[in-house]
């Protein structure tokens, strides 16, 4: 039995090395022109470089360089930007996720101006305004901001109380470190601008939580019976000053009355005798016509003399009393 099969003759059409050649040149010259090319997005800046000197740099949009000569960095200038002390950000969104490792914890512990340990977790948002001075003042531009970020925190609360820096003086001690920090940018030319530091969170050591969280409430209690004591003498002096103008003002109205009624009467006095002494017999009859008019209306039962009568007892309806 033959194991013989017949075999098919291809012949391949033969390539010209010219053709070769200009289809390896049109390669390059196409790789060349998409690598000229380049588009710059709009929250970056192109930094370009030629053999590794800065040579300028390019706003947003498409724009050239030259090849193999010329290379790019791109900057996000106008991204807000974060960096993270205490903790990482595991997962964004409506509810972030954190995570807190032993390296992450060694950046937060620290010790205050009175011996006390806190662990202080925070936030530095920043932008990068100079993209030259960010590429090339500094080795290492984001490993030297968090050193300094560091640096100014731990000074700051070194200079602060442990009451300080957990409850009255965090906005004060979070400002003072952004501006040091920016001073400090700003002198070693880092090209950052430092918009914003927020102390994410400031607690004293888990070990040592429930005893700082007793004292913290005998403080709060402190606090609510001071303002409790503040309130009921708010509410008590100014009743009792009250009252006193009110007694003050009551005897002053009463000895102004007083003294006006005497003035009055005086007065009154003065003018009746001036008129007594004009006409005394018609001024003491007046004065006696007053008088009854004034004292009559108050006597319940009145009895009426006459001149000409002798006996009273008619007035009296005594009589018919008698006869009965």
Known sequence: MSNDFPTLDIKLPKIKPVVVKLAVVGILILILIFSSIYQIGPEKIGVILRFGKFIRTTDPGLHMKIPLIETLTKVPVQRQLKMEFGFRTTRPGIRTEYRVSPETARESVMLTGDLNVVVVEWIVQYKIKDAYKFLFKIRDPEATFRYMNEAVVRRIVGDS??????????????????????????????????????????????????????????????ERKINEAYAEYNAEIPKARGEAEQMISAAEGYAMERVNNAHGDANRFVAIYKEYVRAPSVTRRRLYLETINAILPKISRKIILDEKQKNILPLLNLGEEVKK
């Open 161 to 222: 109380s442990v009451d300080e820096v957990i409850t009255v003086g965090r906005a004060r001690i979070a400002i003072e470190a952004r501006e040091e920090l920016q001073g400090l940018c700003d002198l070693y030319e880092i090209g950052i601008e430092v918009n914003q530091l927020i102390f994410q969170d400031v607690n004293p050591p888990d070990p040592v939580k429930p005893s700082f969280n007793e004292v913290n409430e005998s403080l709060q209690e402190k």
